[in-house]
């Protein structure tokens, strides 16, 4: 059974040596990973961007579930490309995972980075645009997308002190996916 494994780890300075070790996680159980970054990518090439979108689509079109890293990524929400992802693996049907190390509210998590407040019965942020208030971890669509499509969105007791480093999280989705997928 072969996992997609998305997420802005792609982004860290020892991103290769974390994918290793998904992949390895993966493997324990059974499990093949597929991590973007071993994609062969001439990134010096005019197409590069485009390489990359088409070689992770066709990772994800192999893949038979998905585990995504719904760690906030560069503000209060996961990654774009991340949520994209998770988005192309439940359109098409396949096994949807996830984990965020970060357990907080959306709307509690916000407020770290703008006021938040309450206004006529609904939160709003510095903006004045309404603030998502379900006390999910992020975006109901893909909280429900994972409800619906494989499994709820994992998060530890207490978020880890290294938040990108720390694969506990993952592990379990890895274990749930072994669970699910070995058993159909």
Known sequence: MKIYLAGPDV????????????????????????????NAIDLTAPDAARQIFCGNEA??????????????????????GTVYELGYMAGRRKLCLAYSNDGAAYADRLGRFMEVTSEDGRLVDAQGLTVEDFGHVDNLMMIHALELHGCPLVTPAAMPIDVWH???????????????????
Request: include cysteine.
């Open 11 to 38: 982004f860290l300075p020892d991103a290769i040596e974390i994918g290793r070790q998904k992949v390895a996680i993966c493997g324990r159980y059974g499990l093949t990973g597929l991590y973007p970054l071993d």
């Open 166 to 184: 720390d694969l506990a999280a993952f592990e379990t989705c890895v274990r749930m996916a072994a669970a699910r997928l070995i058993a159909t």
């Open 59 to 80: 990772m994800m079109d192999a893949a038979d579930a998905i585990i995504a890293n719904l760690t906030p990524f560069r503000g209060a929400g996961a990654d774009p």
